[in-house]
Structure formats: structure tokens, C-alpha cells
């Protein structure tokens, strides 16, 4: 396993930096930063190592320096973000899967994704010929979906877009912006508070965190954490998948962004409880783990031509995005993988479906698809550097 003292690797060349020293010294190499000690996984063989063979002790989180709360407050509200794996964070687990994003959940909220993508949908059709930013116009989707998951209300009205929620997440780092985004919603839990009985129905996740006791502090933070791991990760690959479509039109009909583009670049850090072997390397307990599944998506050990578009290699694959396949990991593997997934996976063809089927697009200013600006640009989440700006055309 290679050492070298290198800046810090979260900036916007980041996931080309590791692949790179990936190229250069392993699949499996060691960043000091500073007194932190980075492990950064880049193959199938690496991922699976962490994120299965050594899944429990690799499975805590870094808190990072911007949160406003501390560790053991985490602990006790958070899911995404709980820095161990108590058995507070089980039975959130344990919700997900049972209550918020079970089959017969899923199933039945069926009928509103469909509304929201009509209102989408409605939407572009009214700025036909007209120049528009799709990023935005997913984002107001996929926010009023979970803001309807949440508390059967919407939040963003489409006319005109509410850029002040920041779809990006450039400004979730304060503690001034993570109020601002409380003051959206406390009023409805305050008044569903009042009213919510002891055998009230469960009609919205809001019904079922009061049904299991949360407190307004647990609600609030859990509640943006679901909007915002909700909302960046179908934006950002909604936008990559139409963009890549634009580029290549050829291939308008199959899909694989996923791939390419995965909505979380390194997955959400984790962070080893206690010193593990990895590959034959020892990990140092506490430090940070990342798995590079942008490097795993182009590695050629995995993939034939793998910085081609080519939709087409998933027919007849064996492949899922599960996280039992390691070569394939846009939500991750392992206790930490995503618990939306299995909205994710209804809601991104929908949308992605109803964009395809229901417009031909074009760049602004009529420009070539082929030459679209592919630039990539690191965070939490691997955005386009610059946002699609393009031109919708309804089908007959």
C-alpha cells in the first residue's frame, strides 16, 4: 500500500487525483492528511474487501467538521450521518425498510411519483423552444416527491423555481443554512404534533416518525437528511443521463449513467472502529475509508471500453446495483448502503422515461451534441461543472 503526503483530495479534480494514484500505486493506497490517515479503495477486489469481508469494522462514520451537532447527538438522530452503528441506528435502519421504503410503501406512493413527473412534465411543455435548466427542473420533481413522501405537501412551485433551497448543496455547511431549512417544515410537524393520536394513520413518513416517539430535533435532522441524500443523487444523475443521451443520440434509447456518473463519487466516507486488515494491509483504526467507485466504473479490469457510453453492455448482464456486484456500486454495499434505494430505482426511470419519451432535446443556441461540455465537478455528489441548459421540443 503506497504513502504519500498529498493536499487534500476533496476538491474538483478529486476523483481523477485517486484514480490516478491509483493507476500509479494500487487499488489499495494511504493518503496522510494531516494527523488523518485516508484509505482510498479503487477496484472491485478492494470495494468488496471493505464494504463485505470487513464491513463491520469499517462501517463508522467521519463526522464532519461542519456539522452542528456533535458526535454523540449524531448518534442519537441521525441515519446517514450516525457515526457508529448503535442499535439507535438499527431500528432507523430497521424503519426504512419496514415502514418508509418498503415494497407495499413504495407501491403505494406509486400514483404521486406519476403526479409530480405530470407536473413536470406540464411544466417543459410550457417552455417549449425556450432554454432550461433540466438540474433545476428535476430538483422541484424530486423535492415535492419527498416533501409529499414526508409531510403530503409541496414545497417548491415550479413557476419560478426556488433556487434559494440551493440544489446543489454549495451552502449546507453552516449551521445558519441547516435552521433555514428547519423553518421550512417545523411548522407542520408542530401542528401534526397536536393533532397525532395514538392510533393515528400512518399517511406520510412524518405519521410514522411521531408513531415511533421521534422528538422534533431527531425529525428535523432526519428530514434533511432524506432531502438532501435524495435530492442531489437523482438530480445530478438524471442531468448526467440526459446529457450523455444529447451527446450521444445514437444510444437514446439505452442506459447506463449510473457507470459513468455515480451519484456519490466515493460513496459517503466510513471510518475504521479498529484496526483491520484490508488486502493484506493493515488499516489504522479511525481512519477514513473511501471506496472510489467513479474508478471502479473505468476500470478496465471490469469493463471492455470503459469511457464508452455503451448502454447496451447491461443486456443479458448478471449485473444489479444491489451492492452484491462490486464492480457496480452507485448506492453503495454493505449495513451503510443507501436505504432509499429502492425508491431511487423507481423514481429515476420514471423521471429519466418521461424526459426521453415526452421531448427531443437540443443544447442552447443550437449548439452540436456531440460537443456538449462533459467537465466534471467533485463534492459529495459529482455534478456537471456547468449546469445543461437545453431546449425542449414536445413529441407528437
Known amino acids: ?17 485517486m484514480t490516478h494514484y491509483a493507476k500509479a500505486y494500487g487499488p489499495l493506497i494511504s493518503l496522510r492528511l494531516g494527523t488523518r490517515v485516508l484509505i482510498v479503495g479503487s477496484s472491485p477486489m478492494a470495494a468488496a474487501e471493505i464494504l463485505k469481508t470487513n464491513d463491520r469494522l469499517l462501517s463508522a462514520r467521519c463526522v464532519p467538521k461542519a456539522s452542528p451537532y456533535q458526535s454523540q447527538v449524531l448518534d442519537r438522530i441521525a441515519l446517514v450521518w450516525a457515526p457508529h452503528c448503535t442499535e439507535g441506528w438499527k431500528s432507523l435502519r430497521a424503519l426504512c425498510r419496514t415502514e418508509l421504503f418498503s415494497a407495499k410503501a413504495i407501491e403505494s406512493q406509486a400514483s404521486m411519483r406519476e403526479k409530480k413527473v405530470a407536473q413536470m412534465v406540464k411544466f417543459l411543455e410550457s417552455r417549449q423552444g425556450k432554454v432550461v435548466n433540466i438540474g433545476e427542473v428535476v430538483f422541484t420533481t424530486v423535492f415535492n416527491t419527498l416533501s409529499n413522501l414526508l409531510f403530503s405537501k409541496d414545497f417548491i412551485d415550479f413557476y419560478p423555481i426556488l433556487a434559494g433551497l ?45 408513531a ?12 434533511l437528511e432524506l432531502f438532501s ?21 445514437q444510444v437514446m434509447r439505452k442506459f447506463e449513467t449510473l457507470r459513468l456518473h455515480p451519484p456519490a463519487p466515493f460513496l459517503v466516507p466510513r471510518r475504521a472502529v479498529e484496526n483491520c486488515e484490508v488486502m493484506n494491509y493493515t488499516i489504522p483504526k479511525d481512519s477514513q475509508i473511501l471506496v472510489n467507485v467513479w474508478a471502479i466504473g473505468r476500470d478496465t479490469s471490469a469493463w471492455e471500453d470503459p469511457l464508452l457510453f455503451k448502454p447496451e453492455r447491461f443486456l443479458g448482464s448478471h449485473l444489479d446495483l444491489k451492492g452484491r456486484d462490486y464492480e457496480f456500486l452507485p448506492f453503495g454495499s454493505g449495513r451503510r448502503i443507501c436505504p432509499g434505494l429502492p425508491m431511487a430505482t423507481r423514481q429515476l426511470p420514471l423521471i429519466l422515461a418521461s424526459l426521453i419519451h415526452c ?38
Open 166 to 210: 440551493d440544489p446543489q448543496g454549495l451552502r449546507r455547511k453552516s449551521l445558519k443554512c441547516v435552521q433555514e431549512m428547519y423553518a421550512i417544515w417545523e411548522i407542520y410537524v408542530k401542528e401534526r404534533r397536536q393533532k397525532h393520536g395514538q392510533d393515528a394513520p400512518k399517511n406520510d413518513f412524518l405519521d410514522a416518525f411521531l
Open 359 to 396: 421531448f427531443d432535446w437540443s443544447p442552447e443556441n443550437g449548439e452540436d451534441g456531440a460537443e456538449l461540455n462533459m467537465t466534471e465537478k467533485f463534492g459529495i455528489t459529482l455534478q456537471k461543472e456547468h449546469p445543461l441548459l437545453i431546449v425542449p421540443k414536445r413529441k407528437l
Open 212 to 223: 415511533n416517539g421521534f422528538q422534533d430535533d431527531q425529525i428535523n435532522w432526519l428530514t
Open 1 to 17: 500500500m503506497a504513502y504519500s503526503r498529498q493536499p487534500s483530495p476533496y476538491r474538483k479534480n478529486a476523483t481523477y487525483s
Open 229 to 249: 441524500a435524495g435530492t442531489d443523487t437523482t438530480t445530478t444523475t438524471i442531468e448526467w443521463a440526459v446529457a450523455e443521451l444529447i451527446k450521444n443520440k
